[in-house]
């Protein structure tokens, strides 16, 4: 009964997995609209459960923010919120908003730049405007990753240089005088060219501790994009437009979902929460499958066999027993190197290997049967073969079919456990065992046990114990009812 | 049918058996779709030098014609003559002469403990059936009849060789063998036997259950039988009715089952040994399914199948020798 109830609970988390977490299992993605190189993803590596924020009373740890509302700047009003600075004055510079020239034909900040031919070059040939949008962060302790991002486009009408912008990506805190720079964004354009440029990264991965050194509280941050315009040419106009758009930093947190983040792969990690709920659903199918198809060969063999006898019985037979003394994972093994590691041929294996036990058991049972008087006299009647085989054998041993049915479906999943976790897995599937197999790929078993990251290890593990559980309680819950000598012996 | 044409019969259905697994591989290794074996010797050509290459042509005779091949195939597969590994360039028969007897090892001593505790603990569940002592014994083995192996490794690895670091992390000989090697056989023995406790106890915890189970049904049969009461009418303590009339009756299906979960055995010692990377065929496979190292993978399936074989083959001897009342046939 224990069981039933479980199994139906799976049942729906199976069948509702969408519906409770509308995550991508397997590459999720930051949502929104992020032109030019890859979509951001959605979680930081290796972030905790959210959860642990108030119960375990850890409220520093940041979540995942992002730093600017509205960055395809398809409102006037989010335009408004740009502080604008230029590095020298006097020169005519105009900024404003510009409501169709962006990268999806929505609003975007135009910046013009204009130098009279008479006018003194900006020293040292370069002029910088500062854009700046301030943003609160707050969380005490700072976040896990930066992505940021920026799109610009040059109209230089006459400017020859080939270098004629520069994008810097910084940070300020509150009033600092000093921002800090993340490293390497200083882009030139190298083309001159009416042509939008889209520009991304990750601070993580450079040398050292760059959030660390950006966030140092709660408080207010100013996002600031670095606009460069090289203007070197004496006694020439200079007539430049800058348009800028979808600048945006993603904070990635430190805590994330119910059960935090995976650090597989490492291009976006896996909600694991939602990997454990689509889990469920791979389980189940390759139990119920495995365990469908396979007790469906094992009787018709079983009833062929037992019914028919003579060689088809013989040749049967043998070839069950020789599959029998296979040993079971090496076979598994052999059979999924050679035939390929996708979840259809795992299953198929599966079901190749599981139905020779089955098989036995409806056979001994239909050699009993057949020396029945009823059967006789349904022979007698001028019943043929296959009518006596349906409606009196089958009937007879199908009790059998509810028991094998529980059983076999925990060595399937078992099984698909083992063989991800041998790397025989099909990784492009979110199951339980693939989880699994992705902590064993990190090695963070062997180098720090499982404490630390037990979010990640124990919940594949427990659900996989769970579910096998209940499908041999169902078992043997059916074994008593279906079978009255057992019931007595209690 | 006397007891020698019996074992005689026994003998040539296993050497049947060995026969059909060699062949087996064949078909597996070489006519399967994508032909792995050949794949794999064509793909290892920049690997190794060109007359070993030439060696392990000839070895697999891929230059001749099928029904040549597969009469080679298996004469190599019976005189024990595995070909190269793609990765190491050992002899594969040498590697597995030297980390098999590790895996003998690691399941003998699991699976005696495990027969020991088992049976015994199923005998206390059947004798009280019912109580919560048997629910208890039954819901526990049920647990750990359901978690895969590996996760309780890790859990072992984690609680005892990373955080209370009583135990080495993994390996078949203690890290301090690398500097000091042992001088006696005493600290040999001993290194080698705090090396397998670990995994030994997690391939233990793996099938001590499945034993519970097993012996509690068997002695269950058995206790429900006339001559049992008998015995117990007829004022013979408990104790003895148990073990002497009980436990000896229903210990012959267990020998039977001891040789069904031979597989079983092994699958567990294989994930076993690669959680705890103790150098036996498990961790030998393993290396070769991240490798692609087909002649590894061919040889490693055929001795596994072996020895399921001969454990077959000894449990029907037993049972055969134990059993007077069966009738050899």
């Given amino acids: 009964m224990l ?217 207010n941050y100013t996002h600031q994009i670095t606009l460069t315009i090289t203007d070197d040419r004496e006694g020439s106009n200079a007539d430049v437009t800058v348009y800028v758009d979808n600048v945006q930093s993603l904070l990635y947190g430190k805590a994330f979902g119910l059960l935090g983040t995976s650090s597989i792969p490492l291009s976006s990690p896996r909600d694991l929460f939602t990997m454990l709920l689509y889990g469920t659903r791979i389980s189940f199918m390759i139990g119920l499958l495995t365990a469908i198809l396979s007790v469906a060969i094992g009787l018709a063999v079983g009833l062929v066999s037992g019914y028919v006898r003579g060689l088809v019985d013989e040749g049967l037979m043998r070839f069950a027993d020789f599959l029998l003394v296979l040993p079971g994972l090496p076979l598994l093994i052999v059979l999924v190197t050679v035939l390929g590691r996708s979840i259809w041929n795992i299953v198929g294996v599966l079901i190749f290997m599981g139905w020779m036990g089955f098989s036995r058991t409806v056979r001994s049972m239909v050699l009993s049967l057949r020396e029945r008087p009823f059967i006789e006299s349904a022979k007698a009647a001028g019943a043929g073969t296959f009518y006596v085989i349906y409606r009196h054998i089958l009937p007879n041993v199908f009790a059998l079919v509810y028991i094998s049915l529980a059983t076999a479906v925990p060595g399937a999943i078992i099984s698909e456990a083992s063989l991800a976790w041998l790397g025989l897995g099909d990784i492009t599937i979110p199951s339980w065992g693939i989880m699994l197999y992705d902590f064993s790929a990190t090695q963070t078993a062997i180098v720090k046990g499982l404490g630390e990251y037990w979010f990640w290890v124990i919940p594949p593990g427990v659900a996989i114990a769970v579910m096998a559980m209940a499908f041999i309680l169902m078992g043997f819950a059916l074994d008593e009812i279906l079978n009255p000598k057992l019931r007595q012996r209690r | 049918m006397g007891l020698k044409s019996y074992i005689a019969k026994r003998i040539v259905y296993m050497l049947i058996l060995i026969f059909l697994v060699a062949s087996a591989n064949f078909i597996l290794f070489n006519l399967m779709p994508n032909n792995t074996l050949e794949k794999f010797v064509l793909q290892s050509t920049g690997k190794m030098t060109a007359d ?135 600290q040999y023995v001993a290194g080698r036997l705090y090396m397998i406790v670990l995994p030994t106890v997690a391939l233990f915890i793996f099938i001590f259950g ?119 046939g």
Avoid at chain 2, 168 to 177: I, K, M, T, Y
């Fill in chain 1, 3 to 219: 069981g039933l109830i479980i199994i139906a609970l799976f049942g729906v988390i199976a069948v509702a997995a969408p519906v409770l977490s509308p995550l991508d299992p397997m590459e999720p993605k930051w949502p929104g609209y992020y032109p030019g190189g890859d979509q951001p993803k959605l979680c930081g590596k290796l972030a905790v459960p959210i959860w642990y924020k108030s119960l375990l009373g850890m409220q520093s740890l940041p979540e995942n923010m992002e730093a600017i509302e509205d960055h395809e700047l398809a409102l006037t009003e989010t335009f408004d919120k740009w502080k604008l600075k230029t590095s020298q004055t006097g020169y005519d510079v105009t900024v404003q908003y510009n409501p169709t020239g962006g990268t999806l034909d929505d609003g975007c900040i135009e910046i013009v730049y204009k130098r009279d031919a008479t006018q003194q070059l900006p020293s040292g040939g370069k002029f910088t405007i500062i854009l700046g949008r301030e943003f609160v962060f707050p969380y005490e302790d700072s976040p896990k990753s930066i992505f940021f991002h920026y799109s610009v486009k040059l109209e230089n009408r006459t400017l020859l240089a080939a270098f004629p912008l520069g994008v810097t990506t910084s940070y300020r805190r509150g009033t600092e005088p000093q921002s800090m720079t993340v490293k390497s964004q200083t882009w030139p354009i190298l083309q001159v060219a009416d042509k939008w440029y889209s520009k991304s990264g990750y601070t993580q991965g450079e040398v050292g501790p760059i959030e660390e050194d950006i966030f140092t509280g709660s408080g």
């Fill in chain 2, 52 to 186: 070993k290459l030439a060696e392990l042509r000839a070895i697999f005779g891929l230059d001749r014609p099928l029904h040549e091949r597969y009469v080679a195939y298996v004469g190599n597969m019976l005189t024990w003559n595995f070909g190269f590994s793609f990765e190491t360039r050992n002899y594969v028969q040498n590697d597995i002469a030297r980390v098999l007897p590790n895996t003998l090892l690691l399941m003998g001593v699991a699976v005696t403990a495990a027969m020991l505790v088992g049976i015994l603990l199923g005998v206390v569940a059947a004798y009280k059936r019912g109580g919560a002592l048997d629910t208890a014994l039954v819901t526990t083995s049920l647990a750990t009849y359901s978690v895969p192996v590996f996760w309780i490794g890790w859990l072992l690895l984690s609680i005892f060789a990373v955080q209370l670091r009583w135990f080495e992390v993994g390996g078949l000989e203690p890290l301090s063998w690398a500097t000091n090697p042992p001088t006696s056989i005493i």
């Fill in chain 2, 210 to 328: 499945g034993w519970i189970l097993l012996s509690r049904a068997t002695v269950l049969e058995t206790i429900t039988e006339d001559y049992v009461t008998t015995a117990r009418a007829k004022g013979l303590p408990e104790r003895t009715v148990l073990l002497k009339h009980v436990l000896k009756n229903a210990s012959l299906p267990l020998i039977t089952s001891a040789a069904l979960t031979f597989g079983f055995l092994i699958s567990g010692a294989i994930i076993t040994e690669t959680v705890f990377s103790y150098g036996g065929m498990g961790l030998l496979v393993w290396n070769a399914i991240a490798t692609g190292d087909v002649p590894v993978m061919q040889a490693f399936f055929f001795v596994i199948a072996l020895l399921v074989i001969v454990a077959n083959f000894i449990a029907d001897l037993l049972y055969g020798v134990i059993d007077p009342r069966i009738k050899y």
